[in-house]
């Protein structure tokens, strides 16, 4: 099994299951450089175990994970961590460490996995903290910060090694529409200006079409859609169809 040349991400056959249960069945799909991968499913359906497994913290029950032509699953510990330096994890919770100051947050991976000096710490903090505008959120603490400037935290440190790739758990979960806007736009800066690829776990469909290059969709456990938006918009698949519809009765609910 060889990864696509084309590709800078191959998920290959990958199945999991939990006792039981099978969660991924068989999951195939390819990321190119500066591309948004947007993945969509019902909640429970896999979508953030996946991304897990992409960044090596799950192994499959089978399958495998290139990413750069290297299979990840078969990586050495230290080839693996050096692989993850390639790759950004920007998570649900924004998983901020309370005790310390946004830019200890966000120099955290640069003081761990390299050999940079404290003056070239800061500058690459400081960088870090203005591409998402909280250069004056330095020294507050997490508790200090509204909910969309914790995700920004968060995504602030996950750039801080200049990933290649940066994996997003549902981006815009429990933001205001305006925050929600904000992470969408830096999510296609990342991509048109640093020509950062994307992978976005998401069920709010308005973020997802406002930045996807490509969607996705697992249903039971399988892929059964992996297309252009606008196939996605117009998909007759009847999940898809029924994905779509409610959400559309929720935010007419809302209104």
Known sequence: MKPADENLVDVRGVKLKFADKVVLDGIDFGVKSQ???V???LSGCGKSTLLSIMLGLLKPGAGTVFFKKEDMLKLSRSALNEARGH?????Q?????????????VALPLRELTDKDEKEIASIVDQKLELVGLK???NKLPSELSGGMQKRAGLARALALD????LFDEPSAGLDPINSGVIDDLIIQLRDKHR??????THEMD???????????IHAGKMIFEGKPEDFRNSKEPAIAEFLSSYEKQKQNRK
């Open 35 to 37: 591309e948004v991968l």
């Open 39 to 41: 993945i969509m499913g």
């Open 87 to 91: 790759i950004g994890m920007v998570y």
């Open 93 to 105: 919770s924004a998983a901020l460490v309370s005790s310390m100051v946004v830019g200890d947050n």
């Open 136 to 138: 004056d959120a330095r």
């Open 163 to 166: 990933p290649e790739l940066v």
């Open 196 to 201: 950062v690829a994307s992978v976005v776990v």
């Open 207 to 217: 973020s997802a079409f406002a930045v996807a290059s490509r969607m996705a969709f």
